[in-house]
């Protein structure tokens, strides 16, 4: 029997139309999910701007797509090169 495929209608919250912009990442993870943090780190101050919690299944097919765009993007556009990592001494978070 065929899989009778459903189309599912996405709308967005309003206030997530325009996106938000980061130049950070935290991520962490228990067992059972990862927490993605995302920053907007414009010294003296930083903001989380969103924040990601999915399951390792989930996690592990957003790299795959990642990756995969990644890879279309440098067909098209040539290599994507890394940036400089931020000074060690930079500090990103709450001080105590």
Do not use: C
């Amino acid at each position: 029997m065929a899989e009778e495929k459903k189309e599912i209608r996405v709308e967005f919250q309003k206030e997530l139309i325009g996106g938000v912009y980061a130049n950070s990442l935290s991520i962490q993870h228990t067992a059972e999910e990862f927490i993605l943090d995302f920053f907007l780190i414009a010294p003296p101050t930083g903001v989380v701007t969103a924040r990601i919690i999915t399951s390792p299944g989930h996690m592990k097919r957003i790299i795959g797509a990642m990756q995969e765009n990644i890879r279309k993007y440098e067909e098209k556009f040539g290599e994507i090169k890394p940036s400089k990592e931020p000074k060690p001494h930079s500090q990103i978070g709450f001080k105590p």
